[in-house]
């Protein structure tokens, strides 16, 4: 089965720190575009953090520089999100996502969602 298994999601005080997984099965992470999008309750899915596969380049949403990280685990082919400095606003569903082609086909891959709410 090709599948994102996230987990982490949970309830945070503001200015917490959490860390988000997401195992990919069936598939090698590491040969694939990797990312975290989130939707907050009444608002459209946006992109917060990618990490292109061709050079590692990683790209961020402004709210989150330098709050967020995103790494993988080869080994354990498993990608992450460390979010520290929490606030209010970054309560959200986040999904995580792995894309690249496979041939002619384009593939992209979703997690199931975590929820995280930041709140005293």
């Known amino acids: 089965q090709v599948q994102l298994v996230e987990s982490g999601g949970g309830l945070v005080e503001p200015g917490g720190s959490l860390r988000l997984s997401c195992l990919a099965a069936?598939?090698?992470?590491?040969?694939?575009?990797i990312g975290w999008f989130r939707q907050a309750p009444g608002k459209e899915r946006e992109g917060v953090i990618c990490r292109r596969s061709s050079d590692g380049r990683v790209d961020y949403a402004a709210s989150v520089k330098d709050r967020f990280t995103i790494s993988i685990d080869n080994a354990e082919n498993t990608m992450y999100l460390q979010m520290s400095t929490l606030k209010p606003e970054d309560t959200a569903v986040y999904y995580c996502n792995a894309k690249t082609w496979v041939g002619v086909r384009f593939q992209d891959y979703w997690g199931q969602g975590t929820q995280v709410t930041v709140s005293s």
């Open positions: 069936g598939f090698n992470l590491p040969y694939y575009s």
